[in-house]
């Protein structure tokens, strides 16, 4: 249960003055929520910049086109003539050292007159621009009569905002939303507060919606960081709660006897990375503890991940149990099924899938074999999280491209058998930061080296105006009998016209090129994909033209050239995966990306880093240094848990010590029962990692 204390602040936000069912869609839109927007969405709905009114000059002093709030005395008003209401409502003001004019558009009349009377002294602030040698303010940002002038805030903060909200109502509603904010007791350590002299959660709040000084809002500043460190605390405390659980039901040791893990490596046509040996010992040893296995093999796209899933369930399999093996996709799954099975049959080990598709008598023939254990491992997509599906004695689950799986998935995956050991796979190089960020102390092997043999890929980049060299270079790469990608952005053409259209696209080349052309998107039906990929790895077709179907894994070591279209479209992971299908055999590889000039920054930013470097990891920096931390996760497709107030970029370098603190905690106090652990609980509330508590419980 919520502490009552934090009731006002998780209320719907219709709860505050003015803002009724209309605005609360705005606010919903604003926030970015499928569900009603509450209090506490406002409140960490922090400002962007501030307007500083400070500046308070004589008229003559005003330097054009600043800020500044000025005392004036009412002179005129100039109505604009009966009948032409284009004409601006001008109101004729001055100090002893000049003149100045309020210029408004479309006002009414008794408004102006009440806010600005003749022969008063206001107070006026808004931009002064010259016009015609003559000072003018075009809709003061505020007017207050004197006695008013305490009211008037010199430092007013800007909100993001969303069409139909104003400035206005979003900094009203933030008022009132401060004023719910409760006393809290201090959850983080006193004297580490006292030292990096960090105001208390609400003060940092208050700061930071009524800033004294522009530089409060600073996301370095003390205000911002205090929450941020909030944050990760509460980050780092919920994933240490869910390790902790994840390991309480003692793991079962798993030790192999090794035998079906040296058939198999025997009968692979190569012999491993040092640093896939080295993941495989670190796994086994894991295996092997009686605590439960939580790792992440990281290693960027072709560094030969699947190999080392397979031997580890090569390991339990040698213990007489099983593995689970779950790909975000369809294709994926199969891919991994067809290069997994006949490794598996030399070494005795039974495989079978599990997707969408397998329905039925087939379906229930699976479900059974799964259950005596006749099936030693089951590969799938997410089908594999379904109540029906039982193992005999599910030892290990492999997930691969885990971020593509919320935290939710990898449990219930986990959930399917006795203490399951958990091994993610993630193709997307994380950078340190984010690792620590979203699977706390996760274990990590990592794959640091491309497998022997590998050629550099030329990247190059391309306008999208010389496309027909283009399309002539792939004929000539064809002739001589090679693989081609064609990758566009969209299956069909959208209200934007100019996108290109994979069926469009592929409809040319064909006509072209011939039968050796063939089309595989997202739309397509599961057999259809899956024929479409196998005839291409297979030879019978020889230019693919796709979608980002392709992204993830897909394995077919000949083809040598891939064609990006409209590169510019996509992220840099993703351009980073895409070029990951060629360039893994021995032969040299090719990737033309074709942009649609001009570049913008960041875009021109994108395609030079992917032209200087195939190394994943600083791809992976890169790619956070230039759009934030987000899309290196695909956090919106995961559903895994975003930042609301932290920023990777400026406050990363705090979660080490997050983390640390949260183990500290948790070793003094495992259940948050203490008087910090109670504060504590409603930190992880207020950041909505609640569901952590949950597992105290339950353990
Ligand atoms: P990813 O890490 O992207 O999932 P894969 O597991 O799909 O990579 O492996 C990419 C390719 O490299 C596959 O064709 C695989 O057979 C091959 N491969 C894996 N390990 C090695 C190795 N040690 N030496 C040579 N080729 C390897
Ligand atoms: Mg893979």
Redesign the pocket.
């Known amino acids: 249960m919520r502490p009552s204390l934090l009731n006002p602040l998780f209320a719907a936000i219709t709860t505050l003055p003015g803002i009724g069912p209309r605005l609360e869609k705005l606010y919903r839109r604003l926030f970015g929520r499928d569900e009603p927007a509450r209090v506490l969405d406002l409140l960490f709905h922090l400002p962007t910049g501030a307007i500083d009114r400070r500046a308070r000059p004589k008229l003559s002093d005003v330097v054009p086109d600043t800020v500044v709030t000025v005392a004036v005395t009412v002179d005129r008003h100039r109505p604009p003539p009966p009948y032409r209401p284009r004409v601006p409502y001008q109101i004729y003001t001055s100090d002893e050292t000049g003149d100045l004019t309020l210029t408004y558009f479309n006002a009414r009349r008794d408004y102006l007159q009440k806010l600005l009377p003749v022969g008063e002294r206001r107070y006026v602030s808004g931009t002064v621009e010259l016009y015609d040698h003559m000072r003018q303010m075009v809709h003061p940002d505020r007017v207050v009569a004197e006695a008013d002038l305490a009211k008037l805030p010199l430092v007013e903060p800007v909100y993001p905002l969303t069409e139909g909200l104003s400035l206005n109502q979003v900094r009203k509603a933030a008022d009132a939303a401060l004023a719910r904010l409760p006393d809290f007791p201090e959850w983080q350590e006193t004297s580490w507060v006292a030292r990096e002299r960090f105001p208390s959660f609400a003060d940092a709040l208050r700061l930071l919606h009524r800033p004294a000084e522009p530089a409060d809002l600073r996301p370095e500043g003390l205000a911002w960081t205090r929450l941020a460190y909030d944050e990760f605390l509460a980050g780092q405390l919920a994933l240490a709660l869910v390790r902790a659980h994840l390991r309480r039901p003692a793991g079962r040791a798993t030790p192999g006897t090794g035998h079906i893990r040296k058939k198999l490596i025997e009968t692979l046509p190569?012999?491993?990375?040092p640093s896939?040996g080295r993941a495989i010992a670190e796994i086994v040893a894991d295996l092997a503890k009686p605590e439960r296995m939580l790792r992440l093999l990281q290693?960027?796209?072709?560094?030969?991940?699947?190999?080392v899933a397979l031997l580890a369930a090569a390991a339990v399999i040698e213990g007489g149990r099983q593995a689970a093996l779950m790909a975000p996709t369809e294709i994926l799954a199969r891919q991994h099924f067809n290069?997994i099975v006949p490794l598996a049959a030399v070494a005795g080990i039974n495989v079978a899938i599990l997707t969408g598709r397998e329905r039925g008598r087939e379906r229930n023939a699976i479900l059974e074999k799964l259950a005596f254990g006749d099936i030693h491992v089951l590969i799938g997509t997410h089908a594999l999280f379904q109540e029906q599906v039982e193992f005999r004695d599910l030892a290990l689950a492999l997930v691969d491209e885990q971020h593509r799986f919320g935290v939710h998935q990898r449990l219930a995956l986990a959930k399917k058998g006795e203490a399951v050991d958990v091994l993610v796979m993630t193709?997307t190089p994380i950078p340190r930061t984010l690792v620590l960020t979203y699977f706390g102390d996760m274990d990590i092997s990592e794959?640091r080296e491309k497998?022997?043999?590998r050629q550099p890929i030329d990247t190059r980049t391309i306008p999208l105006g010389r496309l027909e060299e283009v399309i002539g270079a792939a004929g000539r790469a064809l002739a001589e009998g090679r693989r081609v990608y064609w990758v566009c952005p969209l299956v069909e053409v959208t209200e934007n016209a100019d996108f290109a259209a994979a069926e469009e696209r592929f409809a040319a080349l064909k006509e072209r090129f011939g039968t050796m052309v063939d089309l595989v998107h997202g739309r397509m039906k599961g057999d259809d994909k899956d024929r479409a990929m196998a005839h291409f790895a297979a030879g019978d077709t020889r230019l693919l033209v796709a979608t980002t179907v392709i992204e993830v894994?897909v394995?077919v070591?000949e083809a040598t050239v891939m064609v990006i279209e409209h590169a510019e479209r996509f992220g840099l992971a993703q351009l980073h995966q895409l070029r990951?299908r060629i360039g893994?055999g021995g032969e040299h590889s090719t990737c033309l990306l074709l942009y649609k000039p001009p570049l913008g920054e960041t875009a021109k930013a994108r395609l030079n880093i992917l032209r200087e470097t195939e190394d994943g990891f600083r791809i992976a920096e890169e790619d956070l240094r230039l759009r934030g931390e987000g899309d290196v996760l695909g956090t919106r497709q995961s559903g895994l848990p975003g930042f609301r107030v932290a920023r990777v970029e400026t406050h990363g370098k705090l979660i080490g010590a997050a983390r640390d603190d949260a183990a500290l905690v948790l070793s003094r106090d495992p259940t948050l029962a203490s008087s910090r652990g109670q504060a504590l609980r409603q930190l992880l509330y207020l950041f909505e990692r609640d569901e952590a508590i949950r597992l105290i419980r339950a353990g």
């Open positions: 190569y012999s491993l990375t896939q290693g960027d796209v072709g560094s030969g991940k699947t190999v290069t193709a794959l497998p022997a043999g894994g394995d070591p990951g893994r």
